[in-house]
C-alpha cells in the first residue's frame, strides 16, 4: 500500500514556481545587471565623478561628497520604502516605478556638464547636486524592491553563484564603458589647445551615453518572472504596528544587531574616503585626468570581475562570512598600500593601480557578502525589514564619514587619516570573525507580524 502524499504548501509552490523560472530569470538579472554596471561605469563615484568634480572645484570636501551621498543614496531611504513594498506582494513594480526616477538623476548629471560648460562651474555644480539630491529621494525605494526581487526570484541555495556570475558580466561591461571613457577623454585632450584634459565639458557625452545605458537595465527588468507570494501583506493603515515590529527585532536578534554594528564600523572606515585617492593622484604625484577616469576605473572594474565570481563560489561552500572577512582585509591592505605611497617613488602609478585592483575585488567582496547576509536573516516575508534597518541604520555613518573625509584630509594630511581608517578596519575584522555568527547557522528568530 502506497503512502499518502503531503500536500505541497503554499510556500513550497512559490518555491517550485522560482525554480521553474530560475535560468529565465537568470538570464534577465545577468543582462540587467550588465547594462546598469555599463551605465554606471561612465559615472563611478570614487573615480569618475571625483575626477569630474575637479574640473569646477578644488575642494577636496565637494570632491569627495558625491561618493558619500551615491553610497547613502541606495540604502538610507529604505526604512521609509519599506513599509510601502511590504504592502505588496510582488516587488516588480515598484522597482520599476523607483527605478526610472532614478535613471532621470543620472540624466541630471549629463546636463550638469552641458550647463558648466555653457554657464560655468557654479551652475554645473548646481544642477549636479540636485541630481544627486532627486537620486538621495528616490534610489532607497528602486535598491529596497530590487533587492527583495532578487532574493524571491533566485534559488537561495545558488544566489552566491548568481551573485558572482552578475559581478563577472558586470564587470566586463564596465572595463568595456571605463575604456571607452579613457581613450575618449585622451581624445578630448589631444585636440584641447592647451593639451590637456580637465574640462567639465568632456564628460556631458560620456555621462549622456550612461544614462542611456541605465534606462535600457530598467527595461530589461520588466521582463523579470515574479511568482506572486502567498502571505498575507502588511495592513493597510498598520504602518505603526508594522515599524514597532521591525524595530523589536534590534532588540531580539542580537546576531543582526551585531551585523548592523560591523556595517556601521565599515561605514566609518569611509573617513579616508577611496574617492580620494583620485584627487592624491591628480594632485600629488601628477597622474593624468584618463588614467584616473578611464585607466583606474579599468583596473577596478578588472579586480570586482576576476574576484567577484571567485568569492561568490566560495560563499555558497563556506558561507559569507568567510568571504565579508575576506573584503576586510583586503581593504586593510588598500589602507596600507596608501600609507606606502609616499615611499614608491617612481613606482606610484603601479602602486595605484594595485589599490584600485584591490578596491574592485573588495567592493565586490562586501557587496555580494553584505547583500547576502541580510537576506538569509528571518523569514522571506520579513526580509525587508531585516534588509532595510541594517542599510537606513548604517548609511548615515557613511555618509558622516565620507563627508567629512575631504575636511579630515585637507587638516590632517592624507596619512594620518588613512591610518585612522586602517584601525577601524582591523576592529571591524576582528568583530566579524570572533562575535558575528553567520545567520544560516544562527539560531532562527521567532515569528511575528501584523
Same mark, same amino acid.
Given at each position: 500500500?502506497?503512502?499518502?502524499?503531503?500536500?505541497?504548501?503554499?510556500?513550497?509552490?512559490?518555491?517550485?514556481?522560482?525554480?521553474?523560472?530560475?535560468?529565465?530569470?537568470?538570464?534577465?538579472?545577468?543582462?540587467?545587471?550588465?547594462?546598469?554596471?555599463?551605465?554606471?561605469?561612465?559615472?563611478?563615484?570614487?573615480?569618475?565623478?571625483?575626477?569630474?568634480?575637479?574640473?569646477?572645484?578644488?575642494?577636496?570636501?565637494?570632491?569627495?561628497?558625491?561618493?558619500?551621498?551615491?553610497?547613502?543614496?541606495?540604502?538610507?531611504?529604505?526604512?521609509?520604502?519599506?513599509?510601502?513594498?511590504?504592502?505588496?506582494?510582488?516587488?516588480?513594480?515598484?522597482?520599476?516605478?523607483?527605478?526610472?526616477?532614478?535613471?532621470?538623476?543620472?540624466?541630471?548629471?549629463?546636463?550638469?556638464?552641458?550647463?558648466?560648460?555653457?554657464?560655468?562651474?557654479?551652475?554645473?555644480?548646481?544642477?549636479?547636486?540636485?541630481?544627486?539630491?532627486?537620486?538621495?529621494?528616490?534610489?532607497?525605494?528602486?535598491?529596497?524592491?530590487?533587492?527583495?526581487?532578487?532574493?524571491?526570484?533566485?534559488?537561495?541555495?545558488?544566489?552566491?553563484?548568481?551573485?558572482?556570475?552578475?559581478?563577472?558580466?558586470?564587470?566586463?561591461?564596465?572595463?568595456?564603458?571605463?575604456?571607452?571613457?579613457?581613450?575618449?577623454?585622451?581624445?578630448?585632450?589631444?585636440?584641447?589647445?592647451?593639451?590637456?584634459?580637465?574640462?567639465?565639458?568632456?564628460?556631458?557625452?560620456?555621462?549622456?551615453?550612461?544614462?542611456?545605458?541605465?534606462?535600457?537595465?530598467?527595461?530589461?527588468?520588466?521582463?523579470?518572472?515574479?511568482?506572486?507570494?502567498?502571505?498575507?501583506?502588511?495592513?493597510?493603515?498598520?504602518?505603526?504596528?508594522?515599524?514597532?515590529?521591525?524595530?523589536?527585532?534590534?532588540?531580539?536578534?542580537?546576531?543582526?544587531?551585531?551585523?548592523?554594528?560591523?556595517?556601521?564600523?565599515?561605514?566609518?572606515?569611509?573617513?579616508?574616503?577611496?574617492?580620494?585617492?583620485?584627487?592624491?593622484?591628480?594632485?600629488?604625484?601628477?597622474?593624468?585626468?584618463?588614467?584616473?577616469?578611464?585607466?583606474?576605473?579599468?583596473?577596478?572594474?578588472?579586480?570586482?570581475?576576476?574576484?567577484?565570481?571567485? /568569492? @561568490?563560489?566560495?560563499? &555558497?561552500?563556506? #558561507?559569507?562570512?568567510?568571504? !565579508?572577512? =575576506?573584503?576586510? *582585509?583586503?581593504? +586593510?591592505? $588598500?589602507?596600507?598600500?596608501?600609507?606606502?605611497?609616499?615611499?614608491?617613488?617612481?613606482?606610484?602609478?603601479?602602486?595605484?593601480?594595485?589599490?584600485?585592483?584591490?578596491?574592485?575585488?573588495?567592493?565586490?567582496?562586501?557587496?555580494?557578502?553584505?547583500?547576502?547576509?541580510?537576506?538569509?536573516?528571518?523569514?522571506?516575508?520579513?526580509?525587508?525589514?531585516?534588509?532595510?534597518?541594517?542599510?537606513?541604520?548604517?548609511?548615515?555613518?557613511?555618509?558622516?564619514?565620507?563627508?567629512? /573625509? @575631504?575636511?579630515?584630509? &585637507?587638516?590632517? #594630511?592624507?596619512?594620518?587619516? !588613512?591610518? =585612522?581608517?586602517? *584601525?577601524?578596519? +582591523?576592529? $571591524?575584522?576582528?568583530?566579524?570573525?570572533?562575535?558575528?555568527?553567520?545567520?544560516?547557522?544562527?539560531?532562527?528568530?521567532?515569528?511575528?507580524?501584523?
Amino acid at each position: 500500500m502506497s503512502e499518502a502524499r503531503v500536500p505541497e504548501t503554499p510556500e513550497q509552490a512559490y518555491w517550485r514556481e522560482v525554480n521553474r523560472h530560475g535560468r529565465h530569470n537568470l538570464i534577465v538579472h545577468l543582462a540587467q545587471g550588465g547594462f546598469s554596471i555599463l551605465g554606471f561605469s561612465f559615472f563611478i563615484p570614487h573615480t569618475v565623478l571625483a575626477a569630474y568634480m575637479t574640473t569646477m572645484t578644488d575642494s577636496k570636501f565637494l570632491i569627495g561628497l558625491p561618493a558619500a551621498v551615491v553610497g547613502f543614496a541606495w540604502d538610507f531611504p529604505m526604512l521609509f520604502y519599506s513599509y510601502l513594498v511590504q504592502r505588496r506582494k510582488q516587488r516588480k513594480d515598484i522597482a520599476l516605478r523607483a527605478g526610472a526616477s532614478v535613471r532621470f538623476a543620472f540624466v541630471g548629471m549629463a546636463v550638469s556638464a552641458f550647463a558648466a560648460s555653457r554657464w560655468g562651474a557654479t551652475a554645473g555644480m548646481s544642477v549636479f547636486f540636485s541630481s544627486l539630491g532627486l537620486m538621495a529621494c528616490t534610489a532607497g525605494g528602486s535598491a529596497m524592491a530590487w533587492q527583495d526581487l532578487t532574493g524571491r526570484t533566485l534559488p537561495p541555495a545558488r544566489r552566491g553563484y548568481f551573485f558572482g556570475l552578475r559581478e563577472a558580466s558586470a564587470g566586463l561591461a564596465g572595463f568595456a564603458g571605463a575604456a571607452f571613457l579613457s581613450f575618449y577623454l585622451k581624445g578630448r585632450a589631444a585636440g584641447a589647445a592647451t593639451g590637456e584634459a580637465g574640462h567639465a565639458s568632456d564628460y556631458a557625452v560620456p555621462f549622456a551615453i550612461g544614462a542611456a545605458l541605465y534606462f535600457v537595465s530598467w527595461y530589461v527588468l520588466t521582463y523579470i518572472r515574479e511568482p506572486e507570494w502567498p502571505g498575507e501583506p502588511v495592513a493597510e493603515g498598520a504602518w505603526r504596528q508594522y515599524y514597532r515590529d521591525s524595530f523589536r527585532i534590534l532588540r531580539d536578534d542580537r546576531n543582526f544587531r551585531t551585523y548592523v554594528i560591523v556595517k556601521c564600523l565599515l561605514g566609518l572606515t569611509g573617513i579616508f574616503n577611496i574617492a580620494l585617492f583620485a584627487s592624491y593622484a591628480l594632485k600629488q604625484f601628477g597622474i593624468s585626468a584618463a588614467t584616473v577616469a578611464g585607466g583606474f576605473s579599468a583596473m577596478q572594474l578588472l579586480g570586482r570581475t576576476t574576484v567577484g565570481p571567485l /568569492s @561568490g563560489r566560495i560563499a &555558497d561552500r563556506v #558561507g559569507f562570512k568567510a568571504t !565579508m572577512l =575576506a573584503g576586510i *582585509v583586503m581593504l +586593510v591592505v $588598500v589602507l596600507g598600500l596608501g600609507l606606502l605611497l609616499p615611499l614608491a617613488g617612481g613606482a606610484a602609478l603601479g602602486v595605484f593601480l594595485v589599490i584600485y585592483f584591490l578596491t574592485g575585488a573588495l567592493n565586490s567582496t562586501l557587496w555580494v557578502s553584505q547583500f547576502n547576509l541580510q537576506m538569509d536573516f528571518g523569514r522571506t516575508e520579513d526580509r525587508v525589514r531585516y534588509i532595510s534597518l541594517a542599510c537606513t541604520l548604517s548609511s548615515p555613518v557613511a555618509l558622516v564619514a565620507g563627508g567629512s /573625509s @575631504g575636511w579630515l584630509v &585637507d587638516e590632517f #594630511g592624507y596619512r594620518p587619516v !588613512m591610518a =585612522a581608517a586602517l *584601525v577601524v578596519a +582591523v576592529i $571591524v575584522w576582528a568583530i566579524v570573525r570572533h562575535i558575528f555568527v553567520d545567520p544560516r547557522k544562527a539560531p532562527a528568530p521567532a515569528a511575528f507580524g501584523v
